[in-house]
């Protein structure tokens, strides 16, 4: 059974950062990749980052570039993802995700049907 603990997440003013830590276990592979998506209300579900455990690869949708990053301790299957910068389009539930590295980084994020784990997510919300 794959557990997921999720932290972090909360509410922020315009410019502010937030970090969300994911630590994930009892995934039935061994090459994984774990990262985060988010859904905005009446918005469709969007891959925001991802990471490679095993390459240190990384992948970011085009309107996090330069404000996210995202980190990972191997030995924990632990994956972190700092929010820089954040505008009020970032409001939104968080969800950490785990796939199999079958795919490249950007197909596997761009299609969540590819994602075969999902945490229970953690709101972010920023305000004016």
């Known amino acids: 059974e794959v557990q997921f603990v999720e932290s972090g997440g909360g509410l922020v003013q315009a410019g502010g950062s937030l970090r969300l830590s994911c630590t994930a276990s009892g995934f039935p592979f061994d090459d994984v990749v774990m990262g985060w998506f988010r859904q905005a209300p009446g918005k469709e579900r969007e891959g925001v980052a991802c990471?490679?455990?095993?390459?240190?690869?990384?992948y970011f949708e085009d309107s996090v570039k330069g404000r996210f990053t995202i980190s990972s301790d191997n030995a924990e299957n632990t994956v972190d993802l700092q929010m820089n910068n954040l505008q009020l389009e970032d409001t939104a539930d968080y969800y950490c995700?785990?796939?199999?590295?079958?795919?490249?980084?950007?197909?596997?994020?761009?299609?969540?049907?590819?994602?075969?784990?999902w945490g229970k997510g953690t709101l972010v919300t920023v305000s004016s």
């Open positions: 995700a785990v796939a199999e590295y079958s795919k490249p980084l950007k197909v596997l994020w761009d299609n969540y049907a590819d994602v075969h784990y």
């Open positions: 990471i490679s455990l095993s390459e240190r690869s990384t």
